[in-house]
């Protein structure tokens, strides 16, 4: 880390610059909470719970994607007359799962058989209903769920009385939820939910508006503390992620302020980086490239991927890519613009490997279809027409008939590898 010169020692990095609170401290704070677009959406959800009888709703989001800070904020906000269970540690059978739940509610559940506690949880919950309360139990870290512990959660969130559903549920958890849920021998859970949301990361404003909100919630008015080149570097290596956004401007604010200044500038930032000794991120994946892969430049790497955009029968434009990741969505910063209204703002996305290209669904409103048939995510062929809405994107492989690469791109093209919803 950054040495402070002995000239700094006796002036706080709070009181340098000019700051009540640490604005980028990596625990969870409701009191610095962003709400973007998305993360207020999945607030809302959340609260669906509340009003819907039979509220079931699952939040993904990446590793760092403030779901924890979410799931507080929810939390601090309820009424007196809601109960609720939070269970984070979620790597146990069901009897333990059970068991952790019942200990939330208070309840001491331990030397007892599966069946009495379903027998104790099930009294409870019908008592609570009796006095007017609602009950919501949240599973954070969902991911780690095993699948007879999933199939215990559905059996649970059909306990009713005799008019309505009794238990409200929240899963949370990492992009790895949403897979496991898509698995077919969960499909009777699926149905029970009636709400799914994926947190993805910020785009450049709101990565932009995210800074200079907890700048401004620690004390920090105005919001100058970064110079303007900064903020392009700042999501290039986060890639818009929360944790990872305040773990690179904490790092370079250290670094301003051991070398005294007073606004932290694009060389700060790169200083970070090397003493993070960070790779540019790779969009929704949750990690660093281990690859050391930069994102690429049109026109800078040779071309492996030409896709078509077409409406109503005729070509809009035709794009060609390098191997890599192409973002396609109605906002503009996107790779793939498509101004539509029937498009998400980031819809799907195209990958480009050394075997082809798969497309996959972003948890876009209207889903992405090859033919007839809906996908959530499929290994293209060359030739293969994806549509989105009114929209159609013809897919084709540039190395097809190369050095006979066209066997390579069409390898492992079994139906089993096309998931559909």
Same mark, same amino acid.
């Given at each position: 880390?950054?040495?402070?010169?002995?000239?700094?020692?006796?002036?706080?990095?709070?009181?340098?610059?000019?700051?009540?609170?640490?604005?980028?401290?990596?625990? =969870?704070?409701?009191?610095?909470?962003?709400?973007?677009?998305?993360?207020?959406?999945?607030?809302?959800?959340?609260?669906?719970?509340?009003?819907?009888?039979?509220?079931?709703?699952?939040?993904?989001?990446?590793?760092?994607?403030?779901?924890? !800070?979410?799931?507080?904020?929810?939390?601090?906000?309820?009424?007196?007359?809601?109960?609720?269970?939070?269970?984070?540690?979620?790597?146990?059978?069901?009897?333990?799962?059970?068991?952790?739940?019942?200990?939330?509610?208070?309840?001491? =559940?331990? @030397?007892?058989?599966?069946?009495?506690?379903?027998?104790?949880?099930?009294?409870?919950?019908?008592?609570?209903?009796?006095? +007017?309360?609602?009950?919501?139990?949240?599973?954070?870290?969902?991911?780690?769920?095993?699948?007879?512990?999933?199939?215990?959660?559905?059996?649970?969130?059909? $306990?009713? !009385? %005799?008019?309505?559903?009794?238990?409200?549920?929240?899963?949370?958890?990492?992009?790895?939820?949403?897979?496991?849920?898509?698995?077919?021998?969960?499909?009777?859970?699926?149905?029970?939910?009636?709400?799914?949301?994926?947190?993805? =990361?910020?785009?450049?404003?709101?990565?932009?508006?995210?800074?200079?909100?907890?700048?401004?919630?620690?004390?920090?008015?105005?919001?100058?503390?970064?110079?303007?080149?900064?903020?392009?570097?700042?999501?290039?290596?986060?890639?818009?992620? =929360?944790?990872?956004? @305040?773990?690179?401007?904490?790092?370079?604010?250290?670094?301003?302020?051991?070398?005294?200044?007073?606004?932290?500038?694009?060389?700060?930032?790169?200083?970070?980086?090397?003493?993070?000794?960070?790779?540019? %991120?790779?969009?929704?994946?949750?990690?660093?490239?281990?690859?050391?892969?930069?994102?690429?430049?049109?026109? &800078?790497?040779?071309?492996?991927?030409?896709?078509?955009?077409?409406?109503?029968?005729?070509?809009?434009?035709?794009?060609?890519?390098?191997?890599?990741?192409?973002?396609? +969505?109605?906002?503009?910063? @996107?790779?793939?613009?498509?101004?539509?209204?029937?498009?998400?703002?980031?819809?799907?996305?195209?990958?480009?490997?050394?075997?082809?290209?798969? $497309?996959?669904?972003?948890?876009?409103? @209207?889903?992405?279809?090859?033919?007839?048939?809906?996908?959530?995510? %499929?290994?293209?062929?060359?030739?293969?027409?994806?549509?989105?809405?009114?929209?159609?994107?013809?897919?084709?492989?540039?190395?097809? +008939?190369?050095?006979?690469?066209?066997? &390579?791109?069409?390898?492992?093209?079994?139906?089993?590898?096309?998931?559909?919803?």
């Amino acid at each position: 880390m950054p040495v402070v010169s002995g000239k700094k020692l006796g002036m706080s990095y709070l009181e340098h610059f000019k700051l009540e609170e640490q604005p980028f401290r990596l625990t =969870p704070d409701p009191g610095f909470v962003y709400w973007s677009k998305q993360h207020a959406r999945a607030k809302a959800y959340m609260e669906s719970t509340i009003w819907l009888a039979d509220g079931f709703v699952v939040i993904t989001g990446e590793i760092g994607s403030g779901k924890t !800070t979410l799931l507080q904020s929810f939390l601090a906000e309820l009424d007196e007359d809601i109960v609720y269970a939070v269970v984070s540690q979620t790597q146990l059978n069901a009897t333990e799962f059970l068991q952790a739940v019942l200990t939330e509610f208070g309840f001491k =559940p331990f @030397n007892k058989d599966k069946v009495e506690l379903l027998d104790m949880l099930n009294m409870f919950l019908i008592e609570q209903y009796s006095n +007017g309360k609602k009950v919501v139990l949240i599973v954070d870290e969902a991911q780690n769920l095993s699948k007879k512990v999933l199939e215990e959660i559905r059996m649970l969130s059909g $306990i009713e !009385t %005799h008019k309505e559903k009794v238990l409200r549920i929240i899963l949370a958890g990492q992009p790895e939820l949403k897979d496991t849920l898509d698995s077919p021998n969960l499909k009777q859970l699926v149905q029970r939910v009636r709400l799914r949301f994926h947190i993805g =990361p910020l785009d450049k404003g709101e990565m932009r508006e995210y800074i200079d909100h907890r700048l401004s919630v620690a004390g920090r008015r105005p919001n100058d503390l970064f110079a303007e080149e900064c903020f392009d570097a700042i999501h290039r290596y986060t890639g818009g992620v =929360p944790r990872l956004i @305040n773990t690179l401007c904490d790092t370079a604010l250290l670094i301003a302020f051991a070398d005294e200044k007073d606004v932290v500038s694009v060389d700060d930032i790169w200083a970070a980086v090397k003493e993070l000794d960070w790779k540019e %991120h790779e969009y929704n994946t949750g990690v660093f490239s281990q690859l050391n892969k930069p994102v690429f430049t049109p026109g &800078t790497e040779p071309s492996v991927t030409r896709v078509e955009i077409r409406s109503e029968d005729k070509t809009l434009s035709t794009q060609s890519f390098p191997l890599g990741r192409v973002i396609i +969505g109605r906002s503009p910063d @996107n790779e793939i613009y498509i101004k539509s209204k029937f498009v998400s703002r980031h819809h799907a996305q195209l990958v480009s490997d050394e075997e082809g290209a798969t $497309i996959q669904d972003l948890n876009s409103t @209207n889903g992405i279809f090859i033919g007839d048939k809906q996908v959530k995510k %499929h290994r293209l062929r060359d030739g293969d027409v994806i549509s989105m809405g009114v929209h159609e994107l013809v897919y084709h492989d540039l190395r097809a +008939g190369i050095d006979g690469s066209e066997d &390579t791109a069409n390898a492992g093209l079994e139906d089993d590898e096309a998931s559909a919803i």
